[in-house]
Nanobody, 121 residues
Framework: QVQLVESGGGLVQAGGSLRLSCAASGSDFSINAMGWHRQAPGKQRELVAT???????NYRDSVKGRFTISIDNANNTVYLQMNSLKPEDTAVYYC???????????????WGQGTQVTVSS
């Protein structure tokens, strides 16, 4: 299985920046894509950004032009650079890895524990 460890969350003022990191580890996995979701209090979890191992990126409309997702395939680590942060970006951010479990050929999503991002006004 895959274990995901997130870091980089914290408190920042509006207009500031943060960079989230998520490192994936395991002995029997093959990751095809990684990404970030977020969940604010009282709201549903929503997609923020995804990136495939080939470098194809996808962003939620509200973060386009402000956030950048990148991946280090050699280290199975995904990053989310967040610039021009707004109070509405405040949420718990969850790392996700999509890959193949063992030798089964079955796609499976692994989730991190989440890291808090708080943007003050």
């Amino acid at each position: 299985q895959v274990q995901l460890v997130e870091s980089g969350g914290g408190l920042v003022q509006a207009g500031g920046s943060l960079r989230l990191s998520c490192a994936a580890s395991g002995s029997d996995f093959s990751i095809n894509a990684m990404g970030w979701h977020r969940q604010a209090p009282g709201k549903q979890r929503e997609l923020v950004a995804t990136i495939t191992s080939g470098g194809t990126r996808n962003y939620r409309d509200s973060v386009k032009g402000r956030f950048t997702i990148s991946i280090d395939n050699a280290n199975n680590t995904v990053y989310l650079q967040m610039n021009s942060l707004k109070p509405e970006d405040t949420a718990v951010y969850y790392c996700v890895a999509r890959g193949i479990r063992g030798l089964s050929g079955i796609v499976y999503d692994y989730w991190g524990q989440g890291t808090q991002v708080t943007v003050s006004s």
